[in-house]
C-alpha cells in the first residue's frame, strides 16, 4: 500500500502520532525518510541553519552543550540511585555503601554522578567566562545572561543539597560549617541558619529537607530554567558570532545546515566528554568518610571546594563582610553586567578590544601574584586578630581597596583603557583572586585552617 493511503486507513492514534513527530508524507526510500523523520523531531529544538564562523569549536569550546550532557547524565545516574539511598540519618550511610558494595555498578554510577556534578560547576563556570569574554551579553542576549546566573545558581545548589546524603563525616561536617556561616547575616541570621537545617542542628530534618530539594524542587527548576535559557538562545538567533572590533555585526551571515554540520559536532563531544567523565569515575572513586558523627569534628572542617573561596574570605575579613556584603555585591554586579551603558555593541569582539586583551592578563597577573601576598600578609600580621572588632576587620578591607585603586589607575596611566574595558580587566581580576582562594582553602590550610604545604596536610 502506497504511504499516502496508508495513512487514510490509518486510526486517529496513528495519525496523531504521525503529525506529532513525522511531518508530512516523504517521498524516497526508508533510509530517506528515516533521516528526514529524525530532522523533523529535532528541528523542533534546533536551528535548520547555524551561522558558519560559530562552528569554529574554539569559538564556544561547546562548553553549555557540555553542562547540558552533565545535567541530563547527573539525572540518569540520580534516578538510579534513588532506588538504593535511604533518606535517614540511620540508614542513608549504609545504604551508600550498600550501593557501593553489593549493588551491580553501583559504584560506577554513584561515581559517576559525584564527577558529573562537580565538573558542571567547573564547566558552567567556564561557560561563563566564555559567554562574557566573547560580549555573549549584549543586546539581544542580556536576560539570557541573568537565566544564566540563576542556572548556576541551582547547579550550586544541588551540588550543595547532594553533599550531605552520604552521611558521612566529611558532609556532616562540611554542611555544618557552610550552614553555620548564614548565623553571620545580620538581624535575620539566626533563623536563616534554622531555616537552612531545619531546626538548631543537623538532623534528620535537614536530610529529608536536602533530599527533597535535591531530588525534586532542584532537577525541576534545572529542567524549566534550561529550557528558558535554550529557548532564549534561539530567539537570537544561535550564539553570538565572532568578529574583530572593526567589523560590523553581520545582518545575514553565510550559514550552513544544522545538520550534519553542528549535529555531527555536538555528538562528537557530548561522546567524548561522556567517556571522559566514565574514565575518571572508574580510576577515582566518590569520597566517603567514616560515619557522620556529631560529637567528633574533623580537624580542619572544610565547606564543600566550591565555596571555600569564601570560607577563606571568613579568615581574613568581618564575617558580614565575607558571608553577606562580598557574595552579595558580587551577585548583583554579575547580574548587572549587561546592563551597564556601553559605547557600543560589542557582542562577538573577544575581550572587547587589543587594550582589553592586555589589560586582561595585566589583571590575571595581578590576581594570581597579589592574592596569595595577600593572604601571608593576612596571616603574618602580629596577634590578637579578632575580626568582628575595629582596626583588624577594617584592615584587610583597606588593603583589598588599596590594590584594586593602584590597579586601575596604572592601567588607566598605562593603557588609557576606556570605562567598558575596566570592567572587565575588574571581572577578571575578581575571578582570578576567587580562584587562588579556592586553591589555598582545598590545598593550603591545615589543621585549625592554619596556612599549610599540601604534603604536610595529609589524609
Ligand atoms: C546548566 C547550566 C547551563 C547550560 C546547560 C547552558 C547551556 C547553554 C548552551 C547550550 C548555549 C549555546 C551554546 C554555547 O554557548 O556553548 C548557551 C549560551 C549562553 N549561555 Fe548558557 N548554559 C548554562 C549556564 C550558563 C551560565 C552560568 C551563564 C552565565 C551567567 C550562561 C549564559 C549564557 C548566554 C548569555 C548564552 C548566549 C551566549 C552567546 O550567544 O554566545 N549560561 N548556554
Known sequence: ??????????????????????????????????????????????PTQVPERTLRYTHTFGLGGMSLVLVLLLFATGILMMFVYQPSPAAAYDSVTSLQE???FGRLVRNTHHWSANFLVGIALLHLLRVYLTGGYHTPRQFNWVVGLVLLLFILVGNFTGYLLPWDQLSYWAITISTAMLAYVPRVGERLQQLARGGPEIS???????????????????????????????????????????EAV???????????????????AACALVAVVVLVSVLCNAPLGAEANPGMSPNPAKAPWYFLGFQ????????????VLIPLALAVF??????????????????MSAVGRRAGIAAVVTGFVVTPVLIVAD?????PVDLSSGLSGILPVV?????????????????????????QALVILMLAAMVVLTVVGVWFRGAGMSLAWPWEIGG
Open 102 to 104: 553489593d549493588v551491580l
Open 312 to 323: 577563606e574570605l571568613l579568615l581574613h575579613f568581618h564575617p558580614v563582610i565575607a558571608v
Open 1 to 46: 500500500m502506497a504511504e499516502e493511503d496508508r495513512q487514510q486507513h490509518d486510526g486517529l492514534f496513528h495519525r496523531i502520532w504521525r503529525s506529532v513527530f513525522r511531518g508530512p508524507v516523504i517521498p524516497g526510500n526508508d533510509r530517506d525518510r528515516r533521516w528526514v523523520v529524525f530532522n523533523t523531531l529535532l528541528l523542533h529544538f534546533r
Open 399 to 423: 588593603a583589598v581597596l588599596a590594590v584594586i585603586a593602584v590597579f586601575v589607575f596604572v592601567l588607566q596611566r598605562r593603557l588609557a583603557l576606556p570605562k567598558e574595558e575596566t570592567v
Open 204 to 246: 534528620s530534618a535537614t536530610l529529608i529537607g536536602f533530599y527533597t530539594l535535591h531530588t525534586t524542587v532542584v532537577p525541576a527548576v534545572l529542567i524549566a530554567v534550561s529550557a528558558l535559557h535554550f529557548w532564549r538562545v534561539r530567539k537570537a538567533r544561535g550564539v553570538v558570532i565572532p568578529r574583530r572590533p572593526d
Open 250 to 268: 553581520e545582518d545575514k551571515p553565510v550559514s550552513v545546515l544544522f545538520l550534519p554540520n553542528l549535529l555531527t559536532r555536538e555528538v562528537a
Open 379 to 383: 596571616e603574618l600580621r602580629p596577634a
Open 334 to 351: 554579575f547580574a548587572a553586567l549587561p546592563y551597564i551603558r556601553y559605547r557600543e555593541n560589542l557582542s562577538g569582539v573577544w575581550m
